[in-house]
Nanobody
Framework: QVQLVESGGGLVQPGGSLRLSCVASGFTFSNTYMYWVRQAPGKGLEWISIISMSGGTTYYADSVKGRITTSRDNAKNTVYLQMNSLKSDDTAVYYC???????????WGQGTQVTVSS
């Protein structure tokens, strides 16, 4: 049974930082690309990052490039999202997601809320 469990969200002031974690189980994590996707209040889903199986290749949406970094620890079955210089526009529920092959998502975590506000 595939499970993705995010943690690390919370309330942060503008300009602050947070690190989100997503612990995976039920599949071969080291053989799987992983995504981070977010949904801001009243808006649709926004893909923000993808990381390759080894972690050596990453891609980011333009909206977060330079401020957000994804990484992974395959020994811990965990993918991370380091978020710096946070802005109010980053307020959203953040989901980690598993690649099902051919660049589509087949499983989602439950999400973790990030609120950027003074």
């Amino acid at each position: 049974q595939v499970q993705l469990v995010e943690s690390g969200g919370g309330l942060v002031q503008p300009g602050g930082s947070l690190r989100l974690s997503c612990v995976a189980s039920g599949f071969t994590f080291s053989n799987t690309y992983m995504y981070w996707v977010r949904q801001a209040p009243g808006k649709g889903l926004e893909w923000i990052s993808i990381i390759s199986m080894s972690g050596g290749t990453t891609y980011y949406a333009d909206s977060v490039k330079g401020r957000i970094t994804t990484s992974r620890d395959n020994a811990k079955n965990t993918v991370y999202l380091q978020m710096n210089s946070l802005k109010s526009d980053d307020t959203a529920v953040y989901y980690c997601a598993k690649d099902g092959g051919n660049w589509y998502i087949d499983y989602w975590g439950q999400g973790t809320q990030v609120t950027v506000s003074s």
